[in-house]
């Protein structure tokens, strides 16, 4: 399981983390020699997967990210749906570059009943020299159905 980052002193500078290309970055997080994102914690997921152009997060929702009516919160999807498409970007970003999450757009096809472990994965559509797309989707590990489909543009900045 990758190490989570306690705090600032856990993150890498940025002259390290321009050192490496952002497969490698992704791939240290997977292996645990890189600290995950505070993020997955709070919300429950993890990196399960990585590989050139694709990246999988799995989680199970929890009572914790539910809305008042009890059912899984649309930002729990968008969160998910955002980290998985954002880092299968992250895995086409060369040495001396960082990108960021420009928009993105989620469709949510049905609610996904608390406890059901499922897989987001994100794939990469175009990588360029500026500009990144990719799309995601989150099914059931278990049961196979897909709960939601997100699109994502981020933007590839080379630093000086």
Known sequence: ???????????????????MSGLEFMQGILDGTL???????????????VADGSVTFRGTP????????????????GTLLDSAMACAVMTKV?????????EYKINIT??????????????????GRSTGVASGEIRGVE??????????????MTLR
């Not at 600290?35 to 997967?49: K, N, V």
């Not at 929890?62 to 999807?77: D, I, L």
């Not at 049961?143 to 590839?156: E, H, M, N, Q």
Request: proline fraction near 9%; charged fraction near 15%; glycine fraction near 14%.
């Open 35 to 49: 600290p995950g994102p505070p993020i997955g914690d709070t919300m429950g997921y993890t990196l399960h997967s």
């Open 143 to 156: 049961d196979g159905k897909l709960y939601a489909t997100g699109s994502t543009t981020c933007i590839i």
């Open 94 to 102: 060369p040495k001396g570059a960082v990108y960021t999450t420009l």
């Open 1 to 19: 399981m990758p190490r989570i980052a306690q705090g600032p002193a856990d993150l890498l500078s940025q002259q390290e983390l321009l050192a």
């Open 62 to 77: 929890e009572f914790k990210t539910t809305n008042p009516m009890g059912t899984v919160h649309g930002g729990w999807y």
């Open 110 to 127: 049905r609610g996904i009943p608390l406890g059901t472990q499922i897989d987001c994965i994100g794939t990469v559509d175009h990588a």
